[in-house]
């Protein structure tokens, strides 16, 4: 694939002659399968005639799923934290699928909000355990079937990795940790004939966005801190088709809602006013301040 394909392709824009990657009897392994975007995934690409391969810590859940979902499906629990549980779960489900020809490392957790100053220490490395070391002892097992079959690897990030967010350092920090994972394995896999796509999401109306930004008032004050645009919430379901289409073109870069377009595109500029502003912001800084003195 030339520069000029591949600049196409990661901007969403139709790729010359139509090319296109047929998800149809592929098998896909999802991580965080049994809920939220992962769960939505799966019944997307299943509907497309994908084979499942779904892996979550909740048990009980992948069994809902699977019971939901019908034929050509797999199950496996495993926590992403743990390497050799993850590794031991692909192994398995790479044998029970014929070998694995997708990888959608989804699997994420979001704080409560927290400063750096305030966060409890296990939280922060609960955070960074699963969204980004995760994301690598998800896919690095997989990778050897993926590049036998000259496949697929999507790291779900967030716009999260490239925008300020007061009060939620630790999930910032975590996505633009996956968001570079994603980036290093798509230049690394190229030789392969392997794609790597990278998928940001602004906010995405699941369990753990509600819990965090609607049950808690700083959350919704901090959400309220964002330009209406960037407010406006995508359900999983929605996400799930974006992703599914990204795949279906082997997109390197993924983003909605599209309102968050400019600010992806732009950040190295955005980001100097955005610092600046809310830096010396009044209503930012007394969020700051009664965000710390409700303690950890």
């Known amino acids: 694939m030339n520069a000029v394909t591949s600049t196409l392709r990661d901007l969403g824009l139709p790729l010359p002659g139509g090319r296109s990657y047929d998800i149809a009897g592929k098998a896909v392994l999802?991580?965080?399968?049994?809920?939220?975007?992962?769960?939505?995934?799966?019944?997307?690409?299943h509907a497309r005639g994908a084979v499942l391969a779904l892996l979550d810590?909740?048990?009980?859940?992948?069994?809902?799923?699977?019971?939901?979902?019908?034929?050509?499906?797999?199950?496996?629990?495993?926590d992403v934290r743990s390497r050799t549980a993850t590794a031991d779960a692909v192994r398995e489900l790479s044998q029970r699928a014929h070998g694995l020809d997708v990888v959608v490392a989804n699997a994420g957790v979001t704080p409560p909000p927290a400063t750096l100053r305030q966060i409890d220490d296990a939280e922060f490395d609960?955070?960074?355990?699963v969204n980004v070391t995760g994301v690598f002892n998800s896919v690095r097992p997989a990778i050897g079937d993926v590049i036998t079959r000259r496949g697929h690897i999507v790291v779900i990030s967030s716009a999260?990795?490239?925008?300020?967010?007061?009060?939620?350092?630790?999930?910032m920090i975590s996505k633009a940790g996956a968001e570079q994972l994603g980036r290093a394995l798509r230049l690394e896999l190229a030789a392969h004939g392997v794609s790597v796509g990278v998928a940001y999401f602004g906010v995405?109306?699941?369990q753990l966005a509600r819990t965090t930004l609607d049950d808690d008032p700083?959350?919704?004050?901090?959400?309220a801190r964002l330009p209406r645009p960037l407010r406006r919430r995508i359900t999983a379901e929605q996400a799930a088709r974006v992703l599914a289409d990204?795949?279906?073109?082997?997109?390197?870069?993924?983003?909605?809602?599209?309102?968050?377009?400019?600010?992806?595109?732009?950040?190295?500029?955005?980001?100097?006013?955005?610092?600046?502003?809310?830096?010396?912001?009044r209503r930012c800084q007394a969020l700051i301040r009664e965000l710390e003195n409700r303690g950890p």
């Open 160 to 171: 999260a990795a490239f925008t300020p967010g007061p009060g939620g350092a630790a999930y």
């Open 30 to 45: 999802i991580t965080g399968g049994a809920a939220g975007i992962g769960l939505a995934l799966a019944h997307e690409l």
């Open 204 to 206: 995405v109306d699941t």
């Open 126 to 129: 609960r955070v960074l355990d």
């Open 218 to 223: 700083l959350g919704r004050a901090l959400e």
């Open 57 to 78: 810590r909740d048990a009980d859940a992948l069994a809902k799923a699977a019971a939901a979902l019908g034929s050509r499906v797999h199950t496996a629990a495993a």
């Open 246 to 281: 990204a795949i279906a073109r082997r997109a390197g870069r993924t983003l909605a809602p599209a309102a968050w377009q400019p600010w992806a595109l732009l950040r190295g500029v955005v980001n100097v006013f955005a610092d600046a502003y809310l830096s010396a912001d």
